[in-house]
Structure formats: C-alpha cells, structure tokens
C-alpha cells in the first residue's frame, strides 16, 4: 500500500463552475483547503504555498 511521507498538494475541480479548491494532505491523511480559483481544464495553476 502505497504512503505519504510528507505533505502533497491537491486540486478538487468543480465543473459545474469551472473553479478548483486546493490545498495540502499531510501524512497523516488530514486536509487542508487554502484556496480556490477559476480554472481552466487541464491547466493547473501555481500555488504559492507550495515548497518546490
């Protein structure tokens, strides 16, 4: 079974208004919205938060 070791960005797309939530799930399986913003599909957008 695969396991996340560290913290993971998510985005959830919601069609019907063509906007994504984001956000981060830890290690231990909690998540964390931060945001939302209208969105293109298959063009995912940068999240500021997020450690490169």
């Known amino acids: 079974m695969p396991t996340v ?3 993971i960005v998510f985005y959830e797309l ?3 208004i ?3 939530r984001y956000g981060f799930i830890d290690p ?5 919205t931060i945001g ?3 969105m293109e599909l298959n ?3 940068e999240i ?3 450690q490169k």
Do not use: V
């Open 43 to 45: 063009q995912f957008f």
């Open 18 to 20: 063509m906007e994504a």
């Open 36 to 38: 939302q913003q209208g």
């Open 5 to 7: 070791t560290r913290r």
């Open 14 to 16: 919601m069609l019907p």
């Open 28 to 32: 231990k399986g909690q998540f964390a």
């Open 48 to 50: 500021d938060e997020e």
